[in-house]
């Protein structure tokens, strides 16, 4: 099992930053290696944002490169998302995502709301 715990969403200006950390927790958690963030917005599937590759490159959705940087720290099994230049349309519940063979976890979200 995985435990999954998400913070920093919040209600931003267009143009603002947020800042999101997603801490991993369990027996099989030994990299951030493979976790990245998703997000779904109204009526909207759920899609990438920002993942750390299983060799630890990072992969990005194209309408976030340059303003959206992932990182992570093995010793706390924590990835972030700093999201900067938000744009109301980046609006979406954001989840942290842990890849596992036959399954994958999910946080519960966080709520990013970007409106002036």
């Known amino acids: 099992q995985v435990q999954l715990e998400e913070s920093g969403g919040g209600l931003v200006q267009p143009g603002g930053s947020l800042r999101l950390s997603c801490t991993a927790s369990?027996?099989?958690?030994?990299?951030?290696?493979?976790m990245g963030w998703y997000r779904r917005a109204p009526g909207k599937n759920r899609e990438l944002v920002a993942m750390?590759?299983?060799?630890?490159?990072?992969i990005y959705q194209d309408s976030v490169k340059g303003r959206f940087t992932i990182s992570g720290n093995n010793s706390t099994n924590t990835v972030y998302l700093q999201m900067n230049s938000l744009k109301p349309e980046d609006t979406a519940v954001y989840y942290c995502n842990f890849p596992s063979i036959g399954t994958d976890y999910w946080g519960q979200g966080t709520q990013v709301t970007v409106s002036s």
């Open positions: 750390i590759g299983f060799g630890g490159n990072l």
């Open positions: 369990g027996s099989i958690v030994i990299s951030v290696n493979g």
